[in-house]
T-cell receptor, first 112, second 115 residues
Framework: AQSVAQPEDQVNVAEGNPLTVKCTYS??????LFWYVQYPNRGLQFLLK??????LVKGSYGFEAEFNKSQTSFHLKKPSALVSDSALYFC??????????FGDGTTLTVKP | ETGVTQSPTHLIKTRGQQVTLRCSSQ?????VSWYQQALGQGPQFIFQ???????GRGNFPPRFSGLQFPNYSSELNVNALELDDSALYLC??????????????FGPGTRLTVL
């Protein structure tokens, strides 16, 4: 069975500092990995995905993620955090049968 | 291009009742997936429909059922509601690619409360 772990419930960073939101996964076969962001009382917004190819994936709003096969990780990063980045972030893995598994989310708070 | 829409926004039901939630997929998308998001948790996959047929199911009992229509809109039906069914129900549409690489676009969700 596939699984996703987001080991930090909460990440706090100061505006302008780099941020990292961690994600590790377990899946049989080739992993398709996704990051989504959720604002209060809203659905999920797609940020980026890894399918194949370059291990560094660039996405929306300046976010990027690094796929590391040996560590089975897909950490979300941003070089300079904004207060408006404060939200709930979800990592997800999908298998080749299109079944998606999400982590429990990480709340990112960026302080001015 | 219109995004994914869901109706209703909020719904209150009592135990034992039945509910139908609706989703209109994004223009050009042929696949709809439904998720249940309980408070403080990540979305849990319920099932997926591709061109009107169920194309995968998560660990949900048969009282959770669905339909997809020729215009690719979809319904989620839940019978015999239980208190634990209280959650945000999310619909996501995509243009299905081989092997599950398609990007899913989510609607705003329907908040279901079961009393």
């Amino acid at each position: 069975a596939q699984s996703v772990a987001q080991p930090e419930d909460q990440v706090n960073v100061a505006e302008g500092n780099p941020l990292t939101v961690k994600c590790t996964y377990s899946v049989s076969g080739n992993p398709y990995l996704f990051w989504y962001v959720q604002y209060p009382n809203r659905g999920l917004q797609f940020l980026l995905k890894y399918i194949t190819g370059d291990n560094l994936v660039k996405g929306s709003y300046g976010f990027e993620a690094e796929f590391n096969k040996s560590q089975t990780s897909f950490h979300l990063k941003k070089p300079s955090a904004l207060v408006s980045d404060s939200a709930l972030y979800f990592c997800a893995v999908r298998d080749e049968a299109s079944k998606s598994t999400f982590g429990d989310g990480t709340t990112l708070t960026v302080k001015p | 291009e219109t995004g994914v829409t869901q109706s209703p926004t909020h719904l209150i039901k009592t135990r034992g009742q039945q509910v139908t939630l609706r989703c209109s997929s994004q223009s050009g998308h042929n696949t709809v997936s439904w998720y249940q998001q309980a408070l403080g948790q990540g979305p849990q996959f319920i099932f997926q429909y591709y061109r009107e047929e169920e194309n995968g199911r998560g660990n949900f009992p048969p009282r959770f059922s669905g339909l997809q229509f020729p215009n690719y809109s979809s319904e989620l039906n839940v019978n015999a509601l239980e208190l634990d069914d209280s959650a945000l129900y999310l619909c996501a549409s995509s243009d299905r690619l081989a092997g599950g690489a398609d990007t899913q676009y989510f609607g705003p969700g329907t908040r279901l409360t079961v009393l």
